[in-house]
């Protein structure tokens, strides 16, 4: 039984598909918009005011239409994801506005952090694609604040990247930036992410930005979650019906404008705390939610999303490691698809900070590790090397073990694995100065990747253009 | 004795035993100031302690809130202009362009639980509808509440409108992305990072 959270009963999920065609039918989606609202209204969907219903056989459609996996290109092409079932990728942290200092002083976050993490995506041995809005820079101002993103993501980091969708111009911005590299192309060369309004609404910028994205053939993630007992009921059953319901709502909407439009499906729900009514996300429920969004994703057969390392800690603590921990170790045996906030994250996806992210690229690497398939070949198996040794034993000698000492175990790079004497002589011996170095060592090694200097010129040009209007 | 009743009502989150508490006291002849205040507002006061300390959950609090109002509601053909009932009026709203009010919707249920008379506006306010709402309802204090960071600009524009207004009420502002750095920039009189601080705030300014 314990193992019920990540085997649901088939009744339940036809339950909470059917209670979200319910939902849908009775209650509807509210999309803030007269563009999107024309284009609902155009394929016969009932509309009053701006909420839309949804017949059954609008939401089968929608599901057939969405591809079970797709890749998402980047600047080059050794480093292009493919989001599909059995795949994980990771992103660090989207948009905190704020960084905690080692010594737990919170400060904005700024431009010179978007670039150094950046700087620490690109030099990641776990993280596959930058979620571009690493922090939120709050003295740059807030219309433009994508360009000036987007252009040290594109510049300074060659894995793949997420566009903005904080308005219709922003993911505008995005395409063209994207433009000027790839050209007009309708291959998925960014990923996007679409986050609703509980209960059972959009926000105008997040219906705009599905628009673009869709018209353009570009990848959405299409997430909601309730705040259990706030902006949906305290129990799971009831939050994930509305959760469900909006997500495939915005996912119709996606199909309708261009079908075929690659989605990620999201879904969370968090606890409220009932003691302050504030908003926490690093919870058991939480975890559930993990379990819920990958049954939920692979019941539709499409790529799912979850929340990744998150802690409600603000310092590198036994809570950070354990509620990190808990959040990563479900996505990965539940088998999700994509992680955004896996490295970095701080008190409720609040603030970030780099002590955390150097931490948080230990546990990605040990997750990935965990996921990777044990290996079942000949060479594995090693019978020859095994009835030669007999009882003697001595694997340590073997060329069989060197060959693979250091690639078959996951190593890390931050924890400690020593006798008790050495721990003691450490120095640093604290983990969040221990990071510190690794950070700095990091941040060191960095290299601008290659770019087309023409390219460059172009992106840079568009950027000042753009500011400058 | 059915004072008591009434105080241990609210308590109990129940609401028809309040309601029932009170038209029993008004039927026995028992002064309106006592029921007021001793039965209804005192409950309040208690509930406030409780939630303070930890012993009551928000939704209990919340609830309790509810009781408390119920009994007033008996009570408030009762009540003469002298009696009053609210610690003053606060206008509340999200900024325009943004859409998230579940703090928003906090503050205000604490500041009405607190005795404060609110007028929520509700989410993507613009500056002249906060501004038209402290007129009309000679508001004491205007809070806003933001979650996106593309919308605080939205909070400096409405402070400088209500100053503008030339009207008495103190500008109060939080939310996730907010902080009091960016208050004093704004020129807000006032910044809470959670809800019961944005009731104390509320509290302290009513005596200045």
């Not at chain 1, 314990?2 to 649901?8: D, G, M, T, W």
């Not at chain 2, 039927?27 to 300390?53: C, H, Q, T, W």
Request: aromatic share 6%; charged share 25%.
């Amino acid at each position: 039984m314990n193992k019920a959270i990540l085997n649901f009963k088939q009744k339940n999920l036809d339950t909470i598909h059917k209670y979200s065609l319910q939902l849908l039918h009775d209650t509807g989606i509210k999309f803030p918009s007269e563009k999107a609202l024309e284009i609902f209204k155009k394929h016969g969907f009932h509309i009053d005011g701006e909420i839309v219903f949804f017949e059954e056989k609008d939401i089968q459609k929608t599901i057939e239409a969405v591809p079970s996996a797709f890749s998402v290109k980047a600047r080059n092409p050794e480093k292009s994801i493919r989001i599909e079932e059995d795949n994980y990728v990771m992103a660090p942290g989207y948009g905190p506005p704020f960084i905690i200092e080692p010594s737990g002083e919170k400060r904005d976050a700024t431009m010179a952090d978007v670039n150094k993490f950046c700087k620490l995506v690109q030099t990641s041995k776990y993280l596959d694609f930058n979620s571009s809005i690493v922090v939120q820079p709050t003295e740059v101002p807030q219309e433009t604040a994508h360009l000036d993103i987007l252009l040290a993501t594109l510049l300074m980091t060659d894995k793949p990247i997420m566009g903005s969708s904080v308005s219709e111009m922003a993911a505008r911005d995005s395409l063209k930036l994207a433009e000027v590299i790839w050209g007009n192309t309708d291959e998925p060369i960014m990923i996007s992410l679409v986050d609703s309004l509980s209960p059972l609404q959009y926000a105008a910028e997040m219906v705009d930005s599905i628009m673009v994205y869709a018209e353009a053939g570009q990848p959405l993630i299409v997430h909601s979650s309730c705040s259990l007992g706030s902006t949906g009921p305290i129990t799971i059953a009831g939050s994930l019906v509305i959760s469900n319901a909006t997500t495939l709502a915005g996912i119709c909407l996606a199909q309708l404008i261009n079908p075929g439009t690659p989605i990620v499906y999201g879904l969370g729900g968090s606890p409220t705390d009932m003691k302050t009514g504030g908003y926490i996300n690093a919870s058991p429920e939480d975890a559930k939610h993990v379990a819920i969004v990958t049954a939920m994703g692979r019941y539709y057969n499409m790529p799912c999303r979850s929340q990744g390392a998150l802690t409600e800690s603000f310092s590198l603590d036994y809570q950070a490691g354990m509620e990190s921990a808990i959040l990563m170790t479900t996505a990965a045996l539940s088998g999700v698809n994509v992680s955004l906030h896996a490295c970095g994250t701080y008190g409720s996806m609040l603030a970030m900070s780099y002590e955390k992210f150097i931490a948080d690229e230990d546990l990605c690497g040990a997750i990935k590790k965990l996921i990777q398939p044990v290996e079942f070949t000949e060479d594995a198996f090693s019978m020859d090397m095994i009835k030669e040794l007999g009882t003697s034993g001595n694997y340590l000698m073997q060329t069989h073990t060197m060959k693979r000492c250091r690639s078959e175990f996951f190593i890390p790079d931050l924890n400690i694995r020593t006798i008790h004497s050495k721990w003691l002589k450490m120095e640093p011996r604290d983990i969040t100065l221990r990071a510190a170095e690794i950070l700095e060592k990091r941040l060191n090694e960095y290299k601008k990747p290659e770019i087309d200097q023409d390219v460059e010129k172009r992106l840079v040009k568009y950027v000042k253009e753009r500011k400058g209007a | 004795m059915a004072l008591k009743d009434i105080y241990e009502a609210v308590l109990a989150f129940n609401k028809d035993a309040a309601a029932d508490g009170v038209r029993y006291e008004l039927e026995a002849g028992n002064e309106i100031d006592k029921i007021l205040n001793e039965g209804l507002i005192g409950a309040m006061d208690e509930v406030g302690k409780r939630y303070s300390s930890g012993e009551f959950f928000v939704p209990e609090m919340l609830q309790a809130a509810q009781a408390m109002k119920a009994g007033l509601e008996v009570l408030k053909p009762h009540l003469s202009s002298e009696h009053t009932t609210s610690k003053g009026v606060i206008v509340i709203g999200t900024v325009k362009g943004d859409l998230h009010d579940i703090g928003k919707n906090l503050v205000a249920m604490m500041m009405e639980g607190a005795g404060f008379k609110v007028v929520d506006l509700g989410a993507d306010i613009d500056t002249e509808k906060f501004v038209k709402a402290a007129v009309e309802h000679s508001a004491s204090v205007v809070a806003l509440s933001a979650l996106l960071t593309t919308t605080m600009p939205a909070m400096e524009a409405t402070i400088v409108a209500v100053k503008e207004a030339g009207i008495a009420a103190k500008t109060i502002i939080g939310g996730a992305p907010v902080t009091r750095a960016y208050a004093d920039k704004i020129g807000a009189d006032g910044y809470s990072d959670d809800a019961p601080g944005a009731v104390e705030l509320a509290r302290k300014m009513m005596t200045t």
